[in-house]
């Protein structure tokens, strides 16, 4: 377990909170992480948790910059973020709504920890994503208008550390999201992406369950 700032009261593992899933998305640290998913299945919340514990640790290097598909959903994420905080007991303040890029009046959200370090919750701008550095969350990847530049504008943030994760659910088969998918199943694994997968399955006569797999491409 990592010690916190001023972090009192930490869930020490994972699986006693979060279906199985969830709980390995949080704790695959690798540097590019791709989840392939259904809707509604707790992922950005599970995701909000892992931020948390990055963001908060003590001696924490980067902060976070979380990308949602608009500025509701930015919203939300950053409370969700508030939620975890509380819970966990860690220092943290809200600074509302921040003007990240003067030349283009690009905001975000942003908490601040006791380590100094911040959560920035930002619609799908990838303009956004410009010369900052530290770990990135594309969520709802492939609804963005254009996931191929907000890759290639947010990836080289990492070039000095952090992680990159990148999670949707499908929008078309010629989407750069579905790319992304196939060069790990299909042509080798170039960029050494850890591919997640869950899908959600309706049982007649047992409401719903999750299927959930987990690639070991990339690991």
């Given amino acids: 377990m990592k010690r916190k700032g001023n972090a009192k009261c930490i869930p020490v593992n994972p699986d006693g909170i979060f279906l199985p899933y969830q709980s390995a998305w949080i704790k695959d640290d690798s540097r590019l992480k791709l989840m392939e998913k259904s809707r509604q299945i707790g992922l950005s919340w599970s995701t909000a948790y892992a931020c948390d514990e990055r963001t908060a640790a003590q001696g924490a290097l980067r902060d976070q910059w979380v990308s949602s598909r608009d500025d509701l959903q930015a919203r939300l994420f950053i409370e969700d973020c508030k939620m975890w905080a509380g819970i966990m007991s860690m220092a943290a303040k809200d600074l509302g709504q921040i003007v990240i890029d003067e030349s283009s009046r690009i905001s975000a959200y942003v908490l601040e920890f006791a380590s100094g370090r911040r959560i920035h919750s ?3 701008n990838p303009d956004a994503q410009a010369g900052k550095r530290g770990g990135r969350v594309l969520d709802e990847f492939a609804l963005h208008p254009d996931p191929r530049k907000l890759w290639s504008i947010a990836y080289p ?13 499908h929008r078309g088969s010629h989407n750069f ?8 199943r299909e042509h080798g694994n170039p960029k050494n992406i850890s591919l997640h997968r869950v899908t959600l399955q309706g049982c007649p006569g047992a409401g719903l369950s999750f299927q959930a797999a987990t690639d070991a491409a990339g690991r």
């Fill in 177 to 184: 999201f579905n790319e992304l998918v196939r060069e790990v």
């Fill in 157 to 169: 943030g990492i070039t000095w550390g952090g992680s990159m994760e990148v999670i949707s659910t």
């Fill in 122 to 124: 930002m619609s799908s």
